[in-house]
């Protein structure tokens, strides 16, 4: 396949929108797509979410991230396919298949393989171990730490170092976790297990965000939201973890952790007296992209550069350290 003929099935448009086969559109509206792939519920993926909803046959992703679209933004979908992963759905001789994505609950990878047996991939967003590789000709990626110095120490030596500084915060006051949905949660549930007995406040989107993917069967509990009777009991007792949005301006007490993946080369940095950043992050750092490419063995690497400024330098890369023919889009 040559570049010409890929670039006539694999468009990215300047909105986001990543259209295969003019069949479907992935995270961003095309008129011309019958179908629109939502493949996570963070908000640079649904964009023009409710044009798709007007235009398109059908909105497609996980039940997860339905769920999780209602109670972020209230977006009502009609003609909506919840498709679980691994799961073919059948349009025109298509075949269309959400594959898991490591990001937040309910994150997927999509695969379409045309009547003509060209398949083609897109990873949404995703990081390492835990996204499954795509068999496919034409890959389009991700590439948000795509520069070669965006490279973080082990996730498990990131996990621990929150676990050690979390520990130590705890025994002088409560402590404030700030981060995005799904990445939040994740973080729950990893302190869930290593502090049982700590009680978990949320902030309100935070709490609803937690009970939607709780319902999806991530063991997240004891965790009520700062406002309520409980959670104001808590507050005043001083000894929790709280959880909120890391854009949000309210102050939470004691000692204050950012989950950021935008931190390398270590695994926390202290910023004030009572501030920390975590490299904690959702995406692959730069080690994990070309990883995750070399597994996927595809023809053409197509990276997405409305999302990532880096994404002509990784594209670059991708040629020179892995010898495949690789470009970023829109150029
Ligand atoms: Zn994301």
């Not at 319902?215 to 009991?233: A, Q």
């Amino acid at each position: 396949m040559t570049l010409k003929e890929t670039l006539n099935r694999v468009r990215i448009m300047p909105n986001g929108a990543i259209v295969m086969d003019n069949i479907l559109a992935c995270d961003g509206h095309s008129h011309n797509a019958i179908l629109r792939v939502i493949t996570h519920a963070h908000s640079d993926h649904i964009i023009d979410l409710s044009k798709s909803v007007r235009f398109c046959r059908y909105v497609i992703s996980t039940p997860v991230t339905f769920d999780l679209i209602t109670v972020l933004k209230g977006i009502k979908i009609r003609r909506k396919i919840g498709l679980s992963y691994d799961i073919p759905f059948n349009i025109n001789d298509y075949i269309i298949v959400l594959k898991r994505a490591r990001h937040i609950p309910g994150a997927a990878q999509v695969f379409l393989e045309s009547p003509d047996g060209i398949t083609i991939g897109y990873t949404g967003d995703f990081k390492l171990p835990g996204t499954p590789p795509l068999d496919v000709d034409i890959l389009v990626t991700e590439a948000t730490y795509g520069m070669p110095n965006y490279v973080r120490p082990p996730p498990e030596i990131i996990k621990q170092t929150l676990f050690d500084l979390v520990r130590r915060s705890l025994r002088v006051g409560p402590v404030t976790i700030l981060g995005y949905h799904g990445k939040l949660q994740e973080v729950m549930e990893l302190l869930r297990k290593e502090f049982p007995e700590v009680p978990f406040l949320a902030s309100k989107r935070v709490y609803l965000v937690s009970q939607v993917v709780r319902r999806h069967g991530m063991n997240i509990y004891d965790i009520w939201p700062l406002n309520s009777l409980e959670g104001r009991e808590i507050e005043a007792y001083g000894h929790y973890i709280f959880f909120d949005h890391i854009m949000s301006r309210r102050q939470g007490r004691g000692i204050r952790i950012y989950l950021s993946g935008w931190l390398f080369n270590k695994p926390m940095k202290k910023i004030a007296s009572k501030e920390y950043i975590v490299a904690f992050s959702d995406h692959a750092d730069f080690n994990q992209l070309l990883e995750y490419i070399t597994s996927c063995s595809p023809k053409i690497v197509i990276v997405d550069s409305t999302r990532s400024s880096c994404a002509p330098i990784f594209a670059k890369e991708v040629r020179k350290r892995l010898n495949l023919t690789a470009i970023s889009l829109p150029r």
